[in-house]
């Protein structure tokens, strides 16, 4: 099992930035990906940004060049980031911490509220 905990999000104003932090703990040694997905109001949950446990990154087309991802291996624990800047209004949604585990078991954080206002 994997235990996923969110920090961050809140409202901003358009051209801001924002920062989201996801701690995982539990059976951390069996993730491989971990990543951010948003969901806004009538859309599907789509994919922001991924890390692979090798450093690999991808980003939406959308958030290329504004957010970056990153991981940060602390013993018993793996934390990834996302710093989001130049935040739009379209950005506006919940957003979710994912871990994707050698199993291909999926695991998310409760999710938090980013809300971008113009």
């Known amino acids: 099992q994997v235990q996923l905990v969110e920090s961050g999000g809140g409202l901003v104003q358009a051209g801001g930035s924002l920062r989201l932090s996801c701690k995982a703990s539990?059976?951390?040694?069996?993730?491989?990906?971990r990543g951010w997905y948003r969901q806004a109001p009538g859309q599907q949950r789509e994919l922001v940004a991924r890390?692979?446990?090798?450093?690999?990154?991808?980003?939406a087309d959308s958030v290329k060049g504004r957010f970056t991802i990153s991981r940060d291996n602390a013993k018993n624990t793996v934390t990834v980031v996302l710093q989001m800047n130049s935040l739009k209004p379209e950005d506006t949604a919940v957003y979710y911490c994912?871990?994707?585990?050698?199993?291909?078991?999926?695991?998310w954080g409760q999710g938090t509220q980013v809300t971008v206002s113009s």
């Open positions: 994912n871990a994707k585990t050698r199993y291909n078991a999926d695991y």
């Open positions: 890390v692979t446990s090798s450093g690999n990154t991808n980003y």
């Open positions: 539990g059976n951390i040694f069996s993730i491989n990906d």
